[in-house]
Every structure is written in C-alpha cells, then in structure tokens.
C-alpha cells in the first residue's frame, strides 16, 4: 500500500449503510429477512404484485431519506479531495448517502430508492414520496407503468459500460460492506485483479469472494475505512 495510486474504484454494499442505521440484507435482522427475495426484488414478483413491491418501497424511501451518512462515507469525499487520483464510487446502495457525505464519481449499479421509471416511455424521474400502480408517468401520462428505478433480480445492471472500463483500468480496487454474494457486482473483484489492481476488503467478517483480495481489513468500516484513508494520503 506505499505506492501512489492513479486510478481507484470503491465498491460499497449494504455493509457500509450499517452505521448509519439502515439494515443490510443478508444478516440475521436483514431486509430480506421479513421479505423472501422472490416476492419482492424481482421483475416477476413486479408484474404479478406491482403494489405488494411499490408497498415495501414506499415503506424503506422515509427511512433512507432520514438516514444520515457516517464517518466511512465522509472518509471517502476526504479522500476523493485530499488524494490526486480518479476515485469512483460503484454502489450497490439504493441509498443516497454517498450523495450526502459529499461523495462524488458515484455509480448507482443498482438504482436509486428516490427515481421512479417508467416502463412505457422509459422517463426516469426523482420523488420521496409513496407511488402506486394508479400513478401515472408525467412524461406520457401513461399509469400503471411506473416501476422504482431499482434494479430486480434478473435485470441487468446500470451503468456497466462505465463501470466495466473503471474495473479493467484501476490500480486499487476497494471493496466495503458488501458479502459478495449478488453477481456481477461480486465478480468485479476479479475483473480489477485481472487488470493488475491491488484489492482491499473492509467487512466484519470473511466473505465469500474473499480468496481474490491481497488485503482483509476487519472491523466495521465507520472505523477501519477513515485509518485507511489518512495511511494513503499520509504516504501520497
Ligand atoms: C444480472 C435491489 C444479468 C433491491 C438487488 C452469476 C452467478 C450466480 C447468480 C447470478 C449470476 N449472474 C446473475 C445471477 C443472478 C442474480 C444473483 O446474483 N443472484 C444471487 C443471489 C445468487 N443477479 C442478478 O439477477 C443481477 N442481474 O445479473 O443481470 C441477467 C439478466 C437476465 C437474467 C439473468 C441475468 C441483478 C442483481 C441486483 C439485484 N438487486 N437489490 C434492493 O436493493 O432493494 S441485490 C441486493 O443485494 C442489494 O442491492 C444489495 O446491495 C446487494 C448485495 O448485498 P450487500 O450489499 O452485500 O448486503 P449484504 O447484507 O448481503 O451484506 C452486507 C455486508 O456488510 C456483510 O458482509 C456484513 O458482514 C457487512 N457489514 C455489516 N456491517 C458492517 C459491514 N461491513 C463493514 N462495516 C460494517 N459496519
């Protein structure tokens, strides 16, 4: 880690949300707990229940535009200003407290709990508030189209073109909060190793994919990612 780094991709999962209150979705008091998986993330469960789904959205969007950002969010807008390199954010986080820490280069690869899509024209638009399936798109007035912009299960990501050449030309590769279960996010690991990226995990535990990082730093990040941020700049 002494070295000056050009190009650095920072993935974030549930994991890095956890300071600041919200749940993850894997551990014991997860989202999915109180939900099974198929009956709410996925397109299929959309078309069969639209409301069932706009439901548990509108349910989790009070909390996460309450939620505030914690120390391991603020540490990376410290970095992405006191570090001279490229710094992006890829997020997995329908929250937005990269955006309220100050964070900058962010990469919603999941979709955004505050943007609403709709499925007829494709218009993305931004709202807090609860939606229905009665609402209609204020683009082409159609209802019933409308969908939160987050990615289901089954869809493809958003943003991968990007996201696939910051992965291939970076040099630090830095993973926080996430169990590296959900693909492909979970492979992006591989992909910035392959290109010749140092790779650095932050979790309170080992995960699944954690063969393919050269660095382990347990603890929770709220902790561990402001240490590891004033070591790169201290030596930079
Ligand atoms: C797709 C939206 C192409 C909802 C989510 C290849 C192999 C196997 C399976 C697949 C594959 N390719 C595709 C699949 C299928 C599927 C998949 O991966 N399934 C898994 C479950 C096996 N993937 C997809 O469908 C993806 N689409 O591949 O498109 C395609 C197209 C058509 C047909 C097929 C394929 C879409 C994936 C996106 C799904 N949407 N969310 C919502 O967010 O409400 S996924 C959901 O999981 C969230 O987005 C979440 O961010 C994500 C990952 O979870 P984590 O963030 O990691 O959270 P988790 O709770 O699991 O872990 C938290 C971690 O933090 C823990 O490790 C914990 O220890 C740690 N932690 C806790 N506190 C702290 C901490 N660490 C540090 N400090 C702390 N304080």
Same mark, same amino acid.
């Given at each position: 880690? %002494?070295?000056?780094?050009?190009?650095?991709?920072?993935?974030?999962?549930?994991?890095?949300?956890?300071?600041?209150?919200?749940?993850?979705?894997?551990?014991?008091?997860?989202l999915?707990? %109180?939900h099974?998986?198929?009956?709410?993330? #996925?397109?299929?469960?959309?078309?069969? %229940?639209?409301?069932?789904?706009?439901?548990?959205?509108?349910?989790?969007?009070?909390?996460?535009?309450?939620?505030?950002?914690?120390?391991?969010?603020?540490?990376? #807008?410290?970095?992405?200003?006191?570090?001279?390199?490229?710094?992006?954010?890829? #997020?997995?986080?329908?929250?937005?407290?990269?955006?309220?820490?100050?964070?900058? %280069?962010?990469?919603?690869?999941?979709?955004?709990?505050?943007?609403?899509?709709?499925?007829?024209?494709?218009?993305? $638009?931004? @709202?807090?508030?609860?939606?229905?399936?009665?609402?209609?798109?204020?683009?082409?007035?159609?209802?019933?189209?409308?969908?939160?912009?987050?990615? $289901?299960?089954?869809?493809?990501?958003?943003?991968?073109?990007?996201?696939?050449?910051?992965?291939?030309?970076?040099?630090?590769?830095?993973?926080?909060? #996430?169990?590296?279960?959900v693909?492909?996010?979970?492979?992006?690991?591989?992909?910035?190793?392959?290109?010749?990226?140092?790779?650095?995990? $932050?979790?309170?535990?080992?995960?699944?994919?954690?063969?393919?990082?050269?660095?382990?730093? @347990?603890?929770?990040?709220? @902790?561990t990612?402001?240490? $590891?941020?004033?070591?790169?700049?201290?030596k930079?």
């Amino acid at each position: 880690m %002494n070295k000056q780094y050009k190009n650095i991709v920072i993935l974030t999962g549930a994991g890095i949300s956890a300071e600041s209150g919200l749940a993850t979705f894997r551990s014991a008091d997860g989202l999915w707990n %109180n939900h099974k998986v198929e009956d709410v993330a #996925t397109i299929e469960a959309f078309w069969r %229940n639209p409301d069932y789904v706009h439901q548990f959205y509108n349910e989790m969007r009070p909390e996460l535009f309450a939620a505030k950002p914690n120390a391991a969010h603020l540490a990376i #807008t410290k970095l992405q200003k006191e570090y001279s390199a490229n710094i992006s954010v890829v #997020t997995q986080n329908v929250d937005t407290l990269h955006e309220k820490a100050g964070n900058t %280069n962010i990469y919603h690869i999941h979709g955004q709990i505050n943007q609403i899509v709709c499925l007829n024209c494709g218009h993305v $638009f931004e @709202t807090w508030s609860d939606v229905s399936s009665e609402d209609k798109c204020e683009q082409c007035g159609i209802a019933g189209m409308l969908k939160p912009n987050i990615v $289901f299960f089954g869809e493809n990501l958003l943003y991968m073109d990007q996201v696939d050449r910051l992965l291939s030309s970076c040099d630090l590769f830095v993973s926080v909060g #996430t169990s590296g279960v959900v693909y492909p996010a979970a492979g992006f690991v591989q992909v910035a190793k392959f290109g010749g990226a140092e790779t650095v995990e $932050f979790n309170l535990e080992t995960t699944s994919n954690n063969y393919m990082f050269d660095r382990h730093i @347990t603890g929770p990040a709220g @902790t561990t990612l402001p240490q $590891f941020v004033d070591e790169l700049i201290e030596k930079s």
